[in-house]
């Protein structure tokens, strides 16, 4: 006779970080926890940026959540948390809803806030028509990484992309990459063959009046620049106060530091474990605490 679901895990965020989690449970101990997911959206997309000229193609999968819920077999409720009560094990919704849990798992990603003031935003796909717009006019163009704790394949991506337009075009278009990370050989060779510039291991601090203003003094000029987000973590009110930037601190397993039963995955510990392993982790813990 099948196992009937002992205990109720709770999901919030339907991201990678979500679903990775939802899938390390069912494959920790099948069949033993009744898994709900809430996320307010209603696919989940891949967030990689397809090369082809003329320019990144706009294509994104996106796979209908309630269709994946109903072939992996767990609940998905549209909706998103607003609150926790971790004394009383309940969840509250912005919906209204109320839901107890024996493990809560949360998997809520991070906010994009303004790294590099004056520059235009580069968050990925949703932001690729305004850098497009942005650069009809212009003879000379900088891509921006702050720090070097940031998803930076997008922005090498997204500036072969503008050096090959402008090629495709047979516009004139000097493009620089100025990035706080060190570069490996093949990326920076794969630049410059492009014929894109390259500052790595270099700070801005903002850009300002064509202008881009260097941490270590100096200034390089530009007429547009386009910058990486910084990502913030995402505060959940009822837990007790996170790490530096809102991110949610967390022991090696994902447990949430100071609450009982309740787990965090993904960008919003700001760890930089890639989120299915750090999903995994969380799982074999669970799983641990709870199949005995
Ligand atoms: C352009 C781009 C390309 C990338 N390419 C790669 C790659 O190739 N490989 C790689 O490893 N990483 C890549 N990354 C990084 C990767 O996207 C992130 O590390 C990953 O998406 C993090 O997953 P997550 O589930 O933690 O967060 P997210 O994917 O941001 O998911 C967060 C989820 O939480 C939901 N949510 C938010 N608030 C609430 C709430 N209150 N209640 C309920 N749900 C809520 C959101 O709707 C969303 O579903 C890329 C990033 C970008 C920007």
Redesign the pocket.
């Known amino acids: 006779m099948a196992e009937e679901p002992s205990s109720k895990v709770l999901v919030?965020?339907?991201?990678?970080?979500?679903l990775a989690a939802v899938r390390a449970l069912q494959a920790a101990a099948p069949g033993h926890f009744d898994v709900e997911l809430?996320?307010?959206?209603r696919h989940v997309t891949t967030?990689?940026?397809d090369a082809g000229p003329p320019f990144l193609r706009a294509t994104t999968a996106r796979v209908e959540l309630a269709e994946l819920a109903g072939e992996l077999g767990f609940r998905f409720t549209r909706d998103?948390?607003e609150a926790v009560d971790p004394g009383a094990r309940e969840l509250l919704t912005q919906g209204g809803a109320q839901r107890f849990y024996d493990t809560l798992i949360l998997?809520?990603?991070?906010r994009p806030a303004v790294a590099v003031e004056g520059t235009v935003p580069f968050?990925?796909?949703e932001d690729l028509g305004a850098v497009v717009a942005a650069l009809e006019p212009v003879a000379s163009m900088a891509y921006v990484a702050r720090s070097a704790n940031m998803?930076t394949?997008?922005l090498y991506e997204v500036a072969l992309q503008t050096a090959a337009w402008a090629a495709h075009r047979g516009v004139a278009l000097r493009v620089l990459v100025v990035t706080a990370e060190r570069t490996t050989d093949p990326l920076s060779a794969r630049l410059l063959a492009s014929g894109i510039g390259l500052m790595d291991e270099t700070v801005v601090e903002r850009f300002h009046d064509g202008r881009l203003e260097l941490a270590g003094g100096g200034t390089i000029s530009a007429e547009i620049a386009v910058a990486l987000p910084h990502l913030v973590g995402?505060a959940v009110s009822g837990l007790p106060p996170g790490a530096a930037n809102g991110f949610t601190d967390v022991d090696e397993t994902g447990r949430v530091t100071g609450v009982e039963d309740i787990y965090a995955?993904?960008?919003?510990t700001g760890s930089r474990l890639?989120?299915a392993r750090q999903a995994g982790l969380a799982a074999d813990a669970i799983a641990a605490r709870a199949v005995v």
Not at 38 to 41: F, G, K, N, S, V
Not at 107 to 110: Q, R, Y
């Open positions: 919030a965020g339907g991201g990678v970080a979500g809430i996320t307010p959206q967030r990689s940026l998103a948390l998997a809520l990603g991070t968050r990925g796909l998803w394949p997008p995402r995955v993904g960008d919003m890639l989120a």
